[in-house]
């Protein structure tokens, strides 16, 4: 197949990689999570339990290893941008991996 690989392509995809590389960008999760306490007469050992939350955390790598921080609300809030952008750099990093294979996969073909 034949696939032509136009510079615009690859310009735009180096324009939204340069604009998202301006601001933070961080790797990982943000979920909410819901605990239970040590206190024994406390509501979340209740039967049904109640529990404590939910607690927005943020879960990423760390040498290796998961971690998962509890995290304020405005704390989430102010990093919900920098994973969306770590995201889209992962989308986008992909795009033009596709494009560069095409690329040499049809000027390879040409020859």
């Not at 909410?32 to 607690?55: D, E, I």
């Not at 290893?65 to 941008?81: F, G, H, K, M, W």
Request: charged share 25%; glycine share 6%.
């Amino acid at each position: 197949m034949l696939v032509v690989v136009t510079s615009e392509q690859r310009r735009a995809i180096l324009a939204e990689i340069n604009r998202l590389a301006r601001g933070p960008v961080v790797a990982g999760t943000l979920s909410q999570r819901s605990t239970r306490c040590a206190g024994a007469g406390c509501h979340c050992r209740a039967n049904p339990a109640v529990l404590h939350g939910p607690y927005p955390t943020w879960s990423h790598q760390v040498d290796g290893r998961q971690v998962t921080t509890t995290l304020s609300n405005d704390e989430a809030e102010q990093l919900r941008p920098a994973i969306a952008a770590h995201r889209r750099l992962r989308e986008l990093v992909k795009e033009l991996e596709a494009l560069s294979s095409a690329d040499f996969e049809s000027r390879r073909a040409r020859k």
